[in-house]
Structure formats: C-alpha cells, structure tokens
C-alpha cells in the first residue's frame, strides 16, 4: 500500500468531456507534483506545488488545469484533451530538503 | 545540461544470478541519488537514497552504491518476485528528478 492515494484508478473520456483527478497525502509533506507517464518510458514531470502554491509548471497545455485545495490535496482538472493525452498520471509528495519524493499508483487515464 | 542514463535497458536472469544495474548521470550540483521500483500498472516505490561518493545503502537482496559518475544496483541472488524495472533518478540544484530510462529485470525460475 503506498501513501499516496490517487483517484481514480481508471478514467475513460471523450474529448470533449471534463474530468478530475485527485491525490491525497497524509506524510506531512509541503511538495507535491503531477507526472504523466508513457508506455516504457520515465514519469515526466508536469507541475509542482510547493506549500500549497504552483512553483513550476513545465510548459504543459491549458487543457490540464492543477489545483492544491489544501497541503494534502491535489487535483488535476481536464478539459478537452487529445487521444496523445493518454497515459498513466502519476501524483508524488515529499522532495523537500533533499528528501524522496513518493509516488501513487497513478490514473490510467484513457481519450477516446 | 543535467543526464542519467540507465543499462543496460533489458536483463534477463535466472533465479539465483547475481548481477548489477548501472545509472551514470551528469548533473550540476548532486543533491541526491534514488533508485525506485516500478511493477507494471503501479507508481514507482522508493528503494534507497545516496547522497555522497562511497555510500552504500542495503536492503534484502539490493545494494544500491555510489561513485562521483555512477551508481549501481547490485541485485544477490534474484528471485522471480524480483522482475520489474528499475529507474534511477538524480536531484539537482534546480529541485527537480532526473529520471533515467530504466531497467527492465526478469528474473526466471
């Protein structure tokens, strides 16, 4: 069992549909990232929340919105996104002060 | 520009074959070394933190090392739960993990 707790587990949508997805940390930790994650390759690093404020966003498109309600919480909103969307997106906390980040199991998210 | 790369990519062992994973990185100011494993469908899970040239972490049947351009995974006598693949990732000044590729472990009965 890990740490981090994401929902859910499997997301199917259309492109025109507008979904969430949430994670959840009780570690005490003041980081907290968003990753995307293809077939056979490295998560690749999309935002950063450091003490509940976006510190960096690597140039990802509009149409993946983040949002930290609290220093447990993280969510990503979708809007409108392409059938190249489709991945595993993986929600970590932890990072600070030289420290390991932790990961969740991740959405398998799946455009159609 | 900050790099770690992973080999090999693929390893294949039988059950009880010793063997070693390699992560070589070049990165501006290390601040950290993790090794994670990665079953299939699931979140990578934390494994070892190296922080300095010459250290070495343990746990069970791994052995995470460190020089000042690589470190290794030596994996003692593989048993087949042992399959996955394996990421290395660097922390530099800017924060952020550098992921390597990967190795992908099968080990066979």
């Known amino acids: 069992d890990t740490e981090v707790t994401q929902t859910p587990k499997h997301l199917v949508m259309g492109m025109t549909n507008k979904k969430s997805l949430k994670c959840e940390q009780h570690?005490?930790?003041?980081?907290m990232y968003w990753y995307k994650q293809k077939a056979k390759k490295p998560p690749e690093l999309m935002f950063v929340?450091?003490?509940?404020?976006?510190?960096i966003n690597e140039s990802v498109p509009s149409r993946f919105s983040p949002e930290c309600p609290n220093s447990s919480l993280l969510n990503l909103h979708l809007h409108a996104l392409q059938p190249e969307d489709s991945a595993l997106y993986l929600c970590?906390?932890?990072?600070?002060?030289?420290?390991?980040?932790?990961f969740g199991d991740g959405t398998r998210l799946s455009i159609l | 520009e900050d790099q770690v790369t992973q080999s090999p990519e693929a390893l294949r062992l039988q059950e009880g074959e010793s063997s070693s994973l390699n992560c070589s990185y070049t990165?501006?100011?290390?601040?950290?070394l993790f090794w994670y494993r990665q079953d299939p469908g699931k979140g990578p899970e934390f494994l070892f933190t190296?922080?300095?040239a010459g250290e070495e972490k343990e746990k069970e049947r791994l052995k995470a090392t460190l020089t000042k351009k690589e470190s290794f995974l030596h994996i003692t006598a593989p048993k087949p739960e042992d399959s996955a693949t394996y990421l290395c990732?660097?922390?530099?000044?800017?924060?952020?993990?550098?992921f390597g590729q990967g190795t992908t472990l099968q080990v066979k009965p």
């Open positions: 970590a906390s932890g990072g600070w002060d030289n420290q390991p980040q932790h």
């Open positions: 990732a660097v922390s530099s000044n800017t924060g952020k993990l550098i």
């Open positions: 190296l922080y300095s």
């Open positions: 929340y450091s003490y509940e404020k976006l510190s």
């Open positions: 990165v501006s100011g290390l601040r950290g």
């Open positions: 570690m005490g930790h003041r980081a």
